[in-house]
């Protein structure tokens, strides 16, 4: 019997219809991704628990970064160096140390998970810096100074790990937030030196220590507080599923949605992946991933032009903003007769600068987007250091000063939120190491321009930044992906060793209905407690 080509597709049709409706048939099942539960999650008691945490390791170690630029006169001057090259040794030893310490916590936090290398990480930074404060010479000085860069450089892993667990409509503005730490610690750092170094030396009884070595421990401190959170912190999910533990993944997904107060999700967890894999392979191939394997990833499967792109972004980016940090007490430095002293107030008020412009960059970001406000970022401090060349009086000297660390500081912040952005979960701590390794470079060589060549030539030096800062706004133009509104990209390792791009689709805001549940203590919930379902989306096989 020869069935006409209706009866056929209603014949399919019919068959279609049963095999939905087939309890039994497996056609149609509940997932859900970890983009879905933190989008449902929205943001919450977990994230600004996190945000504490996370912030507080970048107001420590932004203190320890731009400390140098205090303490480095009062050493050139206590030691005798020279100002040709043992002072700009002294100012880029740190950064020297930085550009290994990048790629090293970058590869480390995506074999072993951002949570344990930033412990590590951040005791290491604390031993260095208060063993730092003992140095009897400028050698040892010099030393320590290149091992405390090493434990310094791994500051983006807070930073890497507060990323992963934002939703994506707040996560612009939420990064920058995070960055007020560190702007926090560097106004912080100008009181403590406006209150410690004029004095020279501090007096515990019989004790006479210097003022330099006094505030070198106490910028150490806070860490300890650090170390004081990070048991309860979680590890990224992002992370854990992409080493295939999927159970570990689940149970910090739970976690989130209950201490934010949402709805229970049910469902299958998923990667979202087109080829996937199952847990023990995952791990497995994880743990064979080497780190010139996570490197050459950056340059390849269609990413070699936006790494590089972002790389020279970041290089202009480092020279300009530690440039103006270091500059600063020198650019106010008054001189009478044969002494000088340094005007701590004007550097407190241009430390302080970097509040407006992060306000301003939290705003910019999602409405001229990432790309953009780093433009303009580039061109309003090229335009605010130029003019810092002409002779002024000293309060006018002040406010283009407070100009230009805005937006430089602004743009910096930019770029901080974009960087994890780009890089896709089992390669984004290498990336963002490769980036902030290429920054470190800037960051070694621009103190040769903020001291050497700007006490023999302000003007000279000054127009290095502004001319770096317009050619860095061409960069920004080169740039072809706006990262404003997207989902965090996953490598997922397939069988053949290929890196599989998933969840790269602009998400749309989730409305979700808060139910009434008691409140529970945010310390154990985050450690671990009695875990809850997760609901999910119906999505097709």
């Known amino acids: 019997m020869v069935m006409s080509s209706d009866t056929t597709e209603a014949a399919v049709k019919v068959d279609v219809d049963i095999a939905n409706n087939d309890p039994n048939n497996n056609a149609v099942q509940k997932t859900y991704t970890i983009d879905d539960v933190i989008d449902h999650a929205g943001m919450g008691r977990f994230q600004w628990f996190?945000?504490?945490?996370?912030?507080?390791?970048?107001?420590?170690?932004?203190?320890?970064?731009?400390?140098?630029?205090?303490?480095?006169?009062?050493?050139?001057?206590?030691?005798?160096?020279?100002?040709?090259?043992?002072?700009?040794?002294?100012?880029?030893?740190?950064?020297?140390?930085?550009?290994?310490?990048a790629l090293l916590w970058g590869a480390l936090s995506d074999r072993f998970g951002r949570k344990k290398t930033m412990f590590v990480n951040v005791l290491l930074t604390c031993a260095l810096g208060i063993t730092t404060a003992c140095s009897p010479n400028w050698i040892f000085f010099l030393i320590l100074r290149v091992f405390t860069g090493i434990a310094v450089a791994g500051n983006h892993i807070p930073f890497n790990l507060f990323s992963e667990f934002l939703p994506v409509h707040m996560r612009g503005s939420m990064l920058i937030a995070s960055q007020f730490f560190w702007t926090l610690g560097c106004v912080l750092e100008a009181i403590l030196a406006w209150i410690f170094l004029p004095m020279e030396t501090i007096n515990f009884g019989a004790f006479r220590v210097d003022a330099w070595r006094f505030m070198m421990v106490t910028i150490s401190l806070p860490l300890l507080f650090v170390l004081a959170f990070l048991p309860f912190l979680p590890e990224s999910p992002r992370y854990l599923l992409s080493v295939g533990k999927k159970k570990e993944c689940e149970e910090v997904l739970r976690r989130v949605v209950r201490i934010n107060r949402q709805t229970p999700m049910e469902g299958t967890l998923t990667d979202g992946s087109t080829n996937p894999s199952n847990n023990e392979t995952k791990e497995e191939e994880h743990e064979h991933i080497s780190f010139i394997s996570r490197v050459k990833s950056l340059f390849q499967h269609g990413m070699w032009r936006i790494t590089c792109v972002i790389l020279l972004v970041t290089y202009v980016y480092y020279f300009c903003y530690y440039g103006t940090?270091?500059?600063?007490?020198?650019?106010?430095?008054?001189?009478?007769?044969?002494?000088?002293?340094?005007?701590?107030?004007?550097?407190?008020?241009?430390?302080?600068?970097?509040?407006?412009?992060?306000?301003?960059?939290?705003?910019?970001?999602?409405?001229?987007?990432?790309?953009?406000?780093?433009?303009?970022?580039?061109?309003?401090?090229?335009?605010?250091?130029?003019?810092?060349?002409?002779?002024?009086?000293?309060?006018?000297?002040?406010?283009?000063?407070?100009?230009?660390?805005?937006?430089?500081?602004?743009?910096?912040?930019?770029?901080?939120?974009?960087?994890?952005?780009?890089?896709?979960?089992?390669?984004?701590?290498?990336?963002?190491?490769?980036?902030?390794?290429?920054?470190?470079?800037?960051?070694?060589m621009t103190p040769f321009v903020a001291t050497s060549l700007f006490r023999s030539s302000e003007w000279a030096a000054l127009s290095v930044y502004g001319v770096m800062a317009f050619i860095g706004a061409g960069f920004t133009l080169l740039i072809s992906v706006e990262t404003a509104g997207r989902r965090l990209e996953d490598f997922v390792p397939s069988a053949s060793g290929a890196m599989v791009t998933i969840n790269d689709a602009p998400s749309e805001k989730m409305e979700i209905t808060i139910p009434a549940c008691k409140g529970e203590d945010v310390f154990n919930e985050i450690a671990g407690s009695p875990t809850s379902p997760i609901q999910g989306r119906e999505e097709s096989c």
Do not use: H
């Open 50 to 101: 996190l945000l504490i945490a996370t912030g507080l390791a970048w107001f420590a170690e932004s203190m320890e970064t731009v400390l140098i630029g205090f303490v480095l006169p009062i050493l050139s001057s206590q030691w005798d160096l020279n100002d040709n090259i043992q002072t700009p040794l002294l100012g880029s030893a740190m950064f020297s140390g930085m550009m290994i310490g």
């Open 325 to 444: 940090v270091i500059m600063t007490p020198s650019y106010f430095e008054v001189k009478t007769g044969d002494e000088s002293s340094t005007d701590y107030l004007s550097i407190l008020i241009t430390s302080a600068a970097e509040l407006p412009g992060m306000i301003a960059a939290a705003f910019a970001v999602n409405w001229l987007g990432r790309r953009r406000t780093q433009t303009v970022c580039f061109l309003l401090f090229s335009a605010a250091t130029l003019i810092l060349i002409a002779p002024a009086p000293l309060w006018v000297r002040t406010i283009f000063a407070v100009i230009s660390r805005a937006c430089v500081m602004a743009g910096f912040s930019t770029l901080m939120v974009m960087v994890p952005e780009v890089f896709p979960t089992t390669v984004r701590g290498t990336g963002i190491g490769v980036c902030a390794g290429m920054g470190q470079i800037a960051a070694f």
